[in-house]
């Protein structure tokens, strides 16, 4: 398989471990999460519900953001970014409207997510941290860089869970999420002694590498993929390391980051409030 992130060549792929035959299995499920770091589910949102959210996200930029001819579910890009764009999600952009929306509110309050929380957490009683991220991504070299969720929020409990939610279809060449295999494993000391060795951040002490080959030689394990439909979920836990690839079409990434917690722990406080892409965190 051809891939790259953040214009790097990535090798070395491997398929993510389908868990929906343990949708209807909490004890299974449960299970599966502690020994992969990870599970993916697949259906578990109505398809017509995301790529509603969709719609209404892509229906907010200029006209001339979207390929002619196309529509705003769609989401193909036409090549131009308007000059006049604020800065992903900041202030006065589409992204920073939408995560304080009523109808992003509906999408992220499903009842559905809540209660695989409760499962993954094995917890009766849960919290959804209200600083809930909306990314999103056109084509070129541009992507998440090998990390762990715990450095960006290591100011609270590791007691915590991320949904990675893609807003509309995400196969490979669309960008969509790769966890290295077995990362959640490995001594934590040994990951945060690569982050000054090979970085296109240096001043950014959270991101593991941009390089996503390098990384996982250093730590072992293969990149595991899937080519993600409107209506799964991608749930992991704190530790382990993961990363996007690049958006390689005109059809744009659309994705969502949820996290949530037990609601007997203390979160990190910066997670306390709406998301901003210019928040620093």
């Known amino acids: 398989m051809l891939a790259q992130s953040n214009g790097m060549a990535v090798n070395n792929f491997a398929p993510l471990r389908d868990s929906?035959?343990?949708?209807?299995?909490?004890?299974?499920?449960?299970?599966?999460?502690?020994?992969d770091g990870y599970v993916y589910l697949r259906g578990v949102l109505d398809r017509e519900d995301v790529l509603g959210l969709r719609?209404?996200?892509?229906?907010?930029?200029?006209?001339?953001?979207?390929?002619?001819?196309?529509?705003?579910?769609?989401?193909?890009?036409?090549?131009?970014?308007?000059?006049?764009?604020?800065?992903?999600?900041?202030?006065?952009h589409p992204a920073h409207a939408l995560v304080r929306s009523r109808?992003?509110?509906?999408?992220?309050?499903?009842?559905?997510?809540?209660?695989?929380?409760?499962?993954?957490?094995?917890?009766p009683e849960v919290m959804r941290l209200p600083r809930q991220i909306l990314r999103h991504f056109h084509c070129g070299p541009l992507s998440s860089r090998a990390h762990t969720?715990?450095?960006?929020?290591?100011?609270?409990?590791?007691?915590?869970?991320?949904?990675?939610?893609?807003?509309?279809?995400?196969?490979?060449?669309?960008?969509?999420?790769?966890?290295?295999?077995?990362?959640?494993?490995v001594d934590r000391c040994r990951v945060a002694a690569l982050k000054t060795l090979r970085t296109d951040r240096p001043g950014d002490s959270r991101p593991i590498s941009h390089d996503l080959d390098w990384t996982a030689r250093q730590l072992g394990g293969r990149w595991?993929?899937?080519?993600?439909?409107?209506?799964?979920?991608?749930?992991?836990?704190?530790?382990?390391?993961?990363a996007s690839l690049d958006?390689?079409?005109?059809?744009?990434?659309?994705?969502?980051?949820i996290r949530f917690?037990?609601?007997?722990?203390?979160?990190?406080?910066?997670?306390?409030?709406?998301?901003?892409?210019?928040d620093g965190n």
């Open 247 to 257: 958006t390689t079409t005109d059809v744009m990434r659309m994705s969502a980051d």
């Open 149 to 185: 969720d715990y450095d960006y929020l290591d100011r609270g409990s590791d007691r915590l869970i991320t949904m990675w939610l893609p807003v509309g279809d995400c196969s490979v060449v669309t960008g969509g999420l790769v966890y290295l295999e077995n990362s959640h494993t």
């Open 103 to 123: 109808v992003f509110a509906r999408f992220v309050a499903n009842p559905r997510l809540e209660r695989l929380a409760q499962v993954l957490l094995d917890e």
């Open 55 to 92: 719609e209404t996200y892509f229906r907010q930029f200029p006209a001339s953001y979207l390929k002619p001819g196309t529509t705003p579910r769609d989401g193909v890009w036409s090549g131009r970014a308007p000059a006049s764009l604020p800065p992903h999600g900041a202030a006065g």
């Open 224 to 242: 595991l993929y899937a080519d993600y439909r409107a209506g799964d979920v991608a749930i992991h836990t704190p530790h382990i390391v993961h």
């Open 20 to 35: 929906t035959q343990f949708a209807d299995d909490p004890g299974a499920l449960l299970a599966r999460l502690r020994v």
């Open 261 to 278: 917690a037990p609601i007997t722990v203390e979160p990190d406080p910066r997670w306390l409030k709406p998301w901003s892409g210019d």
